[in-house]
């Protein structure tokens, strides 16, 4: 069982989609079923309609989950389990309060050196613990021994229970840490294998560690996948525009093309363009690099040329809301535009009422009634010598005015490679 865990907390982000998209193909691979979860545990930072949106944006991408899964609706389990670790003195209710250990990781930090919980909460008697009226959260008690895991990309990756410490599985308003949560959670679906980012590498061995002091012993393999980075080589963040995947989807970037620009990121494929059916052939998660990625909006845009040139009639129908007709056009201007909205609006000022200088103005009416009154030739070769015998005019001459009567453009491809996609229409064109 594969999952994928986003918090409905801002803009999925391509390193979430990134997630998703591993999550789907392992799952896809081995015939297991893909659930979504959303993590939505952490009210005060929950954004309401980002749920949605995830959903939308999945679904837009061609990621089916199975089944889906709200995590606040598994509390009562989270407060069940919290409750048996503290009966079991797995874990232990701690009462000093926000400001005291506010001061304390203030401290350390000054000092340069790690925050470990100090409190000696862990010590209290059961009387103490009963008597005290103070609001508490519950903690993990330090584990004994180190922990270790092995992550798919990484390899083996230990832990010492001082960078495990006590830490907090639920809150003073009751509710579960995201460690906590998800780790109930994982082990109540019966998650085989987590693919998630490289953040998260250090709270895995909480969650084991979690699982295993409810005595839970299955194994769950993990594959931590290396961070994103920006063109400056920074981690990408959110202020990086093209780091969320609405923008580039605004921005006209195909869900094709993002899917083949991650999958071939810090990876080796068999081949540079793909879909996603046929990467499930042959993904292999184990190939993946150790090292972050750059994140590069050229290759992207490239490969988004190279996806709408393949693409299928019906899907360029979708995707740029326009008739099958324009369909050879679209793929034609492939050549010098990258973007749907750029392309489409190339394609639509083809057909629309063209704007003409003064300039060109009476050279382009003359070439208007020529074209509107005149047998259309099938070859680019004919259509211009006709032009010529009647205009008794040299090549350079009709050339631009003919140009912006087609296109609506003084720039642009050559006309004679053009021609084949217009000349049906082109006294419709040049009216
Ligand atoms: N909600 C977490 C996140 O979005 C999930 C991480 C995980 O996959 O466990 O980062």
Known sequence: MYRFAPSPTGDMHIGNLRVALFNYICAKQSNEKFILRIEDTDKQRNIDGKDEEIKEILTKFGIKWDKLYIQSDNLKFHREFAHKLLMDKKAFCCFCS???????????????????????????????????????????????????????????????????????????????????????????????????????????????????SLGYNKDIKYAHLPIILNKHGKKISKRDDSSSVKWLLEQGF???????????????????????????????????????????????????????????????????????????????????????????????????????SDEFKNSAEILRNIIINMEIPNSFEEFKKEIMKLLNLKEENFFMPLRLLITGLDYGPELGELYQYIKDDIKEIVK
Not at 180 to 194: E, P, S
Not at 269 to 283: Q, R, V, Y
Not at 317 to 341: C, H, M, R, W
């Open 98 to 212: 926000q400001e005291e250990l506010e001061s304390k990781k203030e401290l350390a930090k000054k000092e340069n050196r790690p925050y470990r919980y100090e409190g000696a909460c862990d010590n209290l008697s059961d009387k103490e613990v009963l008597n005290c009226e103070k609001p508490f959260v519950i903690r993990m008690k330090k584990p004994k021994r180190t922990i270790k895991y092995i992550d798919e990309i990484k390899g083996e990756l230990n832990f010492s229970p001082e960078d495990i410490d006590n830490f907090v599985i639920m809150r003073f308003d009751k509710t579960p840490t995201y460690n906590f949560a998800c780790a109930i959670d994982d082990m109540l679906m019966d998650i085989t294998y987590i693919i998630r980012g490289e953040d998260h590498t250090s709270n895995t061995p909480k969650q084991e560690y979690i699982r295993k």
């Open 254 to 356: 195909l869900p094709e093309a993002i899917i083949n620009y991650l999958i071939l990121l810090g990876n080796k494929t068999p081949k540079e363009i793909f879909s996603l059916d046929e990467a499930i052939e042959w993904f292999d998660i184990k190939n993946l690099s150790k090292s972050p990625a750059k994140f590069d909006i050229k290759k992207l845009t490239q490969l988004n040329r190279d996806h709408i040139k393949i693409t299928s009639n019906k899907r360029l129908v979708e995707l740029f809301g326009l008739d099958e007709k324009y369909v050879n056009l679209i793929k034609f201007y492939t050549q010098e535009a990258s973007l749907v909205p750029e392309i489409k609006d190339k394609v639509l000022k083809i057909y629309s009422k063209k704007e003409i």
